[in-house]
């Protein structure tokens, strides 16, 4: 399998970055990580692998980014406001240098954007923010608004809310958006959200889901048996979805 690994020095976020590249055509999938994990760990949790055939084969090619999640949302040692702009420095770090690295890799027209976990919720920020961006979204157990606390999984705000913290949770942006030009940009994404029965963002996902209808965005939502929440199911996921 073609697998090409790129670091550079980001002047986006002011420190080295690397990434993962499988494949050598076919559709572009920017694939985030998930929770605090690193560029790598899709290829060893083996949901690269399930994929071999079809990167072999030309269809698609990864594109397998890191997180600093540790140093915006995860960062308690910083006021929320500086978490969610150290968010908005990796969003920008996305938006002007990884995917015009992609064109470079891919002269296609079909990017699409993925994520297990927290790599779900980078993924449909994204394309609800920049939707003539991408033509599918795949986001598989993930949790969509990052300040309502869900059993153990806290409000990553500490109740801190402000504007950049509003247009950057999609359950909330989403459901104030009226504007037609871009719910149509929208329209024209290929939805997927997956989630197991027991993952306790089960009901953000279909409140979500909900909300995508309401606004006339179609969408598919997948129930998996079970909590669903770890790499033996994405594996399966990413066959079916991707």
């Not at 606004?215 to 929440?229: D, E």
Request: aromatic share 16%.
């Amino acid at each position: 399998m073609n697998r090409g690994y790129h670091k550079w020095y980001s002047e986006t976020l002011q420190r080295d970055m690397e990434l993962l590249v499988f494949g050598y055509g076919g559709r572009a999938v920017l694939f985030f990580p998930t929770r605090m994990a690193r560029f790598y760990d899709y290829e060893n949790w083996g949901i690269v692998a399930a994929l071999q055939h079809r990167i072999e084969n030309g269809e698609l090619q990864l594109f397998c980014v890191d997180s600093i999640d540790g140093e915006s949302f995860y960062n308690h040692m910083v006021h929320p406001a500086t978490r969610i702009s150290r968010h908005l420095q990796y969003e920008q770090y996305i938006l002007s240098e990884v995917m015009p690295f992609m064109r470079t890799k891919n002269s296609g027209d079909d990017f699409e954007v993925a994520g297990c976990s927290m790599g779900a919720y980078h993924a449909i920020n994204l394309a609800m923010k920049h939707p003539l961006l991408f033509k599918k979204v795949v986001c598989m157990s993930g949790r969509y608004d990052l300040t309502r606390q869900v059993n153990d999984y806290k409000d990553l705000f500490d109740g801190f809310h402000n504007e950049d913290v509003y247009f950057n949770m999609p359950r909330q942006f989403v459901a104030n958006l009226y504007d037609d030009h871009i719910l149509n940009a929208i329209r024209h994404i290929n939805i997927i959200l997956a989630i197991g029965q027991t993952d306790p963002f089960l009901s953000n996902n279909q409140e979500f889901s909900e909300l995508l209808w309401s606004k006339g965005v179609a969408n598919q939502l997948y129930i998996w048996n079970n909590y669903a929440h770890n790499p033996r199911y994405w594996k399966q996921m990413v066959q079916l979805y991707l």
